[in-house]
């Protein structure tokens, strides 16, 4: 499976359960994804920030979703085709 790096900031809708965060949609260069599961979530450090990826796939597609506690954004960072 080949993925593209994207590193761009999207809109993220979230819901919360309990101390878990789930990404819900998405929205990326005027486009909504709905995101039916999310496969995999880790976490990493970078400087001070901690960053939480999410594995999502809408049905079609996998993508790769950073959230930086820091600054409080979402970014999509890979694209792959399943």
Same mark, same amino acid.
């Given at each position: @499976?080949?993925?593209v790096s994207v590193d761009e900031t999207?809109?993220?809708? %979230?819901?919360?359960?309990?101390s878990k965060v789930l990404? @819900?949609?998405f929205?990326?260069?005027?486009r909504y994804?709905?995101?039916k %599961?999310?496969?995999y979530t880790w976490s990493t450090n970078k400087g001070s920030a901690r960053l939480h990826h999410y594995a999502v796939t809408d049905? %079609?597609?996998i993508y790769e979703l950073r959230f930086d506690t820091n600054t409080l954004e979402w970014?999509?960072?890979?694209i792959a085709a399943v």
């Open positions: @499976m080949d993925s999207v809109r993220v809708g %979230a819901a919360f359960d309990n990404p @819900m949609w929205r990326w260069r005027n994804y709905k995101i %599961a999310v496969n049905g %079609a597609t970014t999509l960072s890979k």
